[in-house]
């Protein structure tokens, strides 16, 4: 064997085996035999135990960089099975597929030329090559091709091979990786380098997401990879999905040295992220000194500001980073610095649980007295909410209160209870501070007490033991809110559940009438005004002012399950407001199509009349929504009907200015010619209220402009009276009549009503008009 066809591994070239004869004590028989198939050219795996080929990957267990016992391996190693096995098969003996299949995902078991290019044997990828060209294109299951194989396990030669046989350097893997970025992942520079020769675009290319091969070469602390791919052309300025550049990603690694080579080719050490962070703000969070310093030396800025007011050692603080608190403190970092949320540093190792660092930056000099410049809020609140039982024993020790308050009167014990835990952690907290002398029933400013704190965040565990250590569940607010209303009007079935089986007041009513059932219907948590029922609750209690009963609640708010469940309780599908409405009143008002579609089916009345004896139809078309229109025409509503001063939905629907319902209402049966109770039609109405589209529709829909009321108004009096001078204009050039009088005892004209409003050019300008037609009919008559 010659020298320049045994190298060894640590060399990194590819190395051409001696065969291995059949009866040698280094051959290893394969479990396929191979059979020729009928098609021409076409070769078929077969195996002998079995009908489904079973994987002959001889690296499936290697690691994925081409590292076995924790030691680099090269190409070719002495100790690969496949050197020694496939690489001496003939052409006609290489395990094979059909031809048609090689360029597809070869499952389960790898493709040969995958196995080969893996492990670096050139012979054998050429073989494959030479007789099966049209495998340079085959994936395996992460649709990995041969050449991102190679260029990851870094063999030079068998890139360069598969390169001239017409492999894409712009394939992508599963996760959009070129061979480029995994090549640089692994720090094959050499393998770049010949990449490039055949395309630099993948040099910038980035996978799903965002990283290019600059940001993994620097993540994974590859200098001279680093280097070598600015100098081919890489962008230092590329930026992943969330906007980090190559030396945020070599900081957030601790990757020192790749962050001093990245400055010095040029990169912004002040780059920001998504969040405004800055290189120096991830080296913190990694706590890695030796960056910290680097990025300092190289111009970082210990003050700089994410877009949330945070500096490089908020983060550190978020981590509990103590030896890069304190670093940083040395080289000048602000450690009284204050967030835009008024937080500290303390705030920030309080909320993270991290006792080590309160205790590292108390000694800084920062304060556990020092309350949020926003709230009010103190280190001890963020811990408690967050349910660390642990920092609130520290924070004590340095001298905190579990008495302390914010703005709102929120003490430690509210922030406890209302935390962001679920579990025990937060129950445990508030029974550490009520041992220390809380309060159990201490008020906030809005008088709520830590039982609403917890009723409202759901937490069924730490509101049945807030009972248990004498919370009153009667307790509430000055409007009457008791922790009932909060847990059902948010859906918390479980605390809910808790505090009725405790005694709390089902039917309690807030100062404005509303009930625990109301707001849980109005919410849609049918499982809750379920639970409700079963205990009895008052479906007929509506608010103090309006009357709206849980039902009129929940068609406004298109709760249809929740319809469903009041009515199968026996609520009373056309129950009454105060204003005589019915739920369908407010489902058209919103308007809600699913409950109008559930109250039909309920049988609610559709021709209910109101206080004032408008329909379901008055109140959608009001709101000038076709689709609701339609469809309670559909369900049965009349389309003439009056309310009590004679006004139909057009009319109604003219005074809201919708053309579409203007336009359905008349298509589906609506009179243009109905009056009011003092002969108003819908065009007078329009006219009243200056809706010139809504003219416009009814003039083109046949209603006639010369139409007089009672007492001999035209839609010109009306509009003139309210001073729509475009109105008045669009009237005249439609036919009105400015000379026309109503039967008062002036016989006055539009002009008149105009001028007794004060509105003195509609007016002048009507008058002129007037004047310019008498002179015409003289005219005429001569």
Known sequence: MSNDQNVSAESGVERDDPPVLANSPNHKPSPFKLTVSNKPGDLVISSPSSKTPKSTNPISNRRKFGKKNGSPQGEGEANSPTSDSNENL????????????????????????????????????????????????????????????????????????????????????????????????????????????????????????????????????????????????????????????????????????????????????????????????????????????????????????????????????????????????????????????????????????????????????????????????????????????????????????????????????????????????????????????????????????????????????????????????????????????????????????????????????????????????????????????????????????????PMHFAAAAGQVAVLVALFKAGCDVNALAQDRSTPLHWAAAQPNLDAIVALSVLKADFGAEAADGSTPLHWAAAKGNASAVGLLVQCGSQVNTTNFIGGSPLHVATAAASVDVINLLVHLGAQTTSADQHGGTALHWAALKGNIEAVRALKKRGSDVTAVATDGSTPLHWSACKGHMEICNLLINLGADCSATCYDEYNSAASRWASEMGHEEVSNYLMQLAVNAEKQKRRVRL
């Open 90 to 549: 003939s052409p006609t003996q290489l395990p094979s597929v059909p031809v048609h299949f090689l360029a597809e995902a070869y499952s389960p078991s790898t493709h040969p030329l995958l196995e080969a290019a893996q492990v670096g044997n050139l012979r054998q990828v050429n073989s494959i090559l030479e007789q099966y060209p049209s495998s340079i294109h085959a994936t395996d299951r992460t649709k990995s091709t041969a050449l991102h194989l190679s260029a990851e396990a870094g063999f030079v030669r068998v890139v360069n091979a598969l390169l001239e046989n017409g492999a894409d350097c712009n394939a992508v893997d599963g996760e959009g990786c070129t061979a480029h970025l995994r090549a640089a992942t692994n720090g094959k520079t050499d393998v770049l380098y010949q990449l490039t020769e055949f395309g630099s675009e993948p040099l910038n290319k980035a996978n799903t997401q965002g990283s290019t091969p600059l940001h993994k070469a620097a993540a994974f602390g590859h200098v001279d990879t680093v280097e070598a791919l600015v100098n081919l052309g890489a962008d230092l300025a590329a930026r992943t999905s969330d906007l980090c550049s190559p030396l945020h990603h070599a900081a957030s690694q601790g990757q020192s040295k790749v962050a001093k080579k990245l400055v010095e080719l040029g990169g912004y050490i002040k780059a920001v992220d998504i969040d405004g962070a800055q290189p120096l703000h991830h080296a913190a969070i990694l706590g890695d000194l030796r960056t910290i310093a680097s990025l300092v030396d190289l111009g970082a800025d210990l003050h700089a500001k994410d877009h949330y007011g945070r500096t490089p050692i908020f983060y550190a603080a978020m981590k509990g980073q103590c030896n890069a608190l304190v670093k940083l403190a040395s080289l000048g970092a602000e450690v009284e610095a204050v967030a835009d949320d008024g937080s500290t540093l303390m705030h920030c190792a309080a909320h993270g649980n991290h006792t080590a660092a309160i205790k590292a930056i108390a000694e800084l000099g920062v304060s556990v007295h020092t309350a949020s410049s926003v709230d009010g809020s103190y280190p001890m609140h963020w811990a408690a909410y967050e349910g660390h039982q642990s920092s609130v024993v520290v924070l004590l020790e340095l001298g905190a209160s579990v008495a302390s308050s914010t703005i709102s009167g929120c003490t430690p014990l509210h922030a406890a209870a209302g935390g962001n835990s679920f579990d025990s952690r937060n129950l445990r907290t508030a029974e550490y501070i009520i041992q220390l002398g809380a309060d159990v029933n201490i008020k906030d400013r809005s008088g709520c007490t830590p039982l609403h704190w917890a009723s409202s965040k759901g937490s069924a565990i730490v509101t049945q033991g807030l009972i248990k250590a004498g919370a009153d569940v009667h307790v509430a607010t000055p409007e009457k809110i008791t922790a009932l209303h909060r847990a059902c009007s948010r859906g918390h079935l479980h605390a809910a559940r808790v505090l009725i089986s405790e005694g709390s007041k089902i039917n309690a009513r807030t100062a404005n009438g509303s009930t625990p059932l109301l707001q849980a219907a109005y919410a849609g948590h049918t499982d809750v005004v379920e639970q409700l029922l079963t205990v009895d609750a008052d479906f007929t209690l509506g608010l103090r002012q309006g009357g709206g009963t």
